[in-house]
């Protein structure tokens, strides 16, 4: 997706095989997009089965090794056309840089926030024949200032014209 409703692409990260062999990824996108001065940064980590549920770990995990400070995470929702997308929002902070991130596990037509449910979203997939696909998905906003909404509005009107398209990637997906 170059482009995703009026936010177009702007730059792919590019991941080091060793990041994608340890996360255990059959596929992945980490791509910023823009709109008119706001920018986000979007990641999905992609797995083509169930049994690589849980191979994606929290923002939770990972960022503290990393250096960063994590503020308490707080349920968020964002309505979109057709769904409504169930996650988590944290704000992160290194030094002077801050983001606010949203993130959530989807299971083929389902979001959560966390991986527990994850793994019950898609027991319930294959329950009803659904494919197995599954997937961690991140947006992130740096804050600037002390702008705090600003970055929430910017992700969860990103997430508004993202998520009813990967919706439908998703759930038209055939089983690899």
Known sequence: MRTVGRWSAVNDVAM??????SLNLDDYLFRSYSEGE???TLYIGYYYTADKVGAAHSPL????????????????SVTTAGSRVSAEQIMIRKGQQRELILYW???YDRTSPGTLKQK??????KLRSKP???????????IQGNHVEDAAKSAETFI?????????????????
Request: aromatic content about 18%.
């Open 16 to 21: 080091e095989q060793h990041i994608v062999e």
């Open 38 to 40: 706001r920018v986000v």
């Open 61 to 76: 995990v990972c960022f503290p090794g990393q250096g960063w400070e994590i503020s308490t995470p707080k349920a968020a």
């Open 105 to 107: 596990f989807q299971a």
């Open 120 to 125: 019950l979203n898609n027991f319930w997939a």
């Open 132 to 142: 197995e696909d599954n997937a961690f998905v991140r947006v992130s906003v740096t």
């Open 160 to 176: 508004q014209a993202f998520y009813p398209a990967f919706f439908d990637y998703v759930t038209n997906q055939q089983s690899s």
